[in-house]
């Protein structure tokens, strides 16, 4: 499953690559079949792919773009199941990171107090439309490396609507913090 990720992610950085759009020129994206909307910075491609998420096959939806140095997509699926949601997310957030060789995870608190940065980063992240349920919406921050050993800063949050799981993630080289800023705070359940 480890191998199918990274496919993704090199998938998404494929389709990316033909997207021709002026450096940030955000746009409002709704991704079909959901009550999210969120600001991109280039025009999304779309990619749909079954994957095994919660124990069966399922479909996986991706929109992605690359502009600025930085690759941003959206992936979405529904695991028919509002019960499977924590589990599944915390198995996608682990595969991300070991994807990105990230650094170990931190806790939040000792970099929130002004503590040493950390590679690794776990942060509630506030999300506009989201109910007060379990799991709670999340903002992973991580520094790693790509598949040929070039580093990367991986930010990504996921959170669930009912069943439908959702991964919002930006890869650079160097990730300008009002970008990401814009980029995650964009982001509204309807």
Known sequence: MAMFFRSLVLGIAGFA???CSPTFNWREVRPENTRLSLL???KPDKLQKTVPLGGRPTELTMLGCETGGAIFALAVADVGDA???SDVLAQ???LT???MKAEAVASTP???AGGAPQATQVLALKLTGAASSDPAPVLVKARGKRADGSA???QAAYFAQGAQIF???VYADKLKPELSETYFSSLKLE
């Open 17 to 19: 690559l033909a997207a």
């Open 40 to 42: 991109l910075p280039c």
């Open 83 to 85: 019960a499977k949601v």
């Open 92 to 94: 996608w957030q682990r």
């Open 97 to 99: 990171l070991l994807n």
């Open 110 to 112: 000792q970099a929130e």
């Open 152 to 154: 990367v800063i991986g």
């Open 167 to 169: 991964q919002v993630l």
